[in-house]
């Protein structure tokens, strides 16, 4: 079994600062990509950011300059820095890895966390 949690979620003034943090636990061999996903009701789940093991970075647009995504290979853990926040941003962030156990790489969730902008 494989466990993402999340932590750091929270309500923020609108041009205000969040960190998320995302550790994956469990039994494994690796834990490969990992990324921070969002979804606001009625609307599809959409990547933020994601980087890979060694280190690739992509983000979403909308958050570029703003977002900073960072990992711990040692501690298996994602974080996401937010910076100057917008009410868009509002959402439940969902963390992400694709874990490999045994030869088969699988997918995993977080059970999301949830971000409020708001003045």
């Known amino acids: 079994q494989v466990q993402l949690v999340e932590s750091g979620g929270g309500l923020v003034q609108p041009g205000g600062s969040l960190r998320l943090s995302c550790a994956a636990s469990?039994?494994?061999?690796?834990?490969?990509?990992m990324g921070w996903y969002r979804q606001v009701p009625g609307k599809q789940r959409e990547l933020v950011a994601a980087?890979?093991?060694?280190?690739?970075?992509n983000y979403a647009d909308s958050v570029k300059g703003r977002f900073t995504i960072s990992r711990d290979n040692a501690k298996n853990t994602v974080y996401l820095q937010m910076n100057s926040l917008k009410p868009d941003d509002t959402a439940v962030y969902y963390c992400?890895?694709?874990?490999?156990?045994?030869?088969?790489?699988?997918?995993?969730w977080g059970q999301g966390t949830q971000v409020t902008v708001s003045s």
């Open positions: 992400n890895a694709r874990v490999v156990r045994a030869i088969l790489e699988e997918d995993y």
């Open positions: 469990g039994t494994f061999f690796r834990v490969n990509d």
């Open positions: 980087v890979t093991r060694g280190g690739t970075i």
